[in-house]
């Protein structure tokens, strides 16, 4: 029996992946209490990884997308 793939497995795949990317990319800053399923909280707001991730998935891959987040709020 050929298993099917939850899409929403794979797109909290990809979230999780995200916020690997961001924890290794800010060189281990963020504490991974402040990580959520869907956001990263802050003491200065919240990053809405869902909202982050759609607005660039289309010209971006996971690794800039991390990136651009890690510039965007100086993390």
Do not use: W
């Amino acid at each position: 029996m050929e298993k099917v793939a939850d899409p929403l497995l794979s797109k909290l795949q990809l979230l999780q992946d995200l916020k690997f990317l961001i924890d290794q990319g800010s060189n281990h800053r963020i504490d991974y209490r402040r990580f959520r399923i869907f956001e990263i909280r802050l003491t200065t707001g919240v990053i809405d990884l869902v909202a982050e991730y759609r607005t660039h998935a289309s010209e971006c891959t996971l690794p800039e997308i991390a990136k651009l987040i890690i510039q965007k709020y100086q993390l």
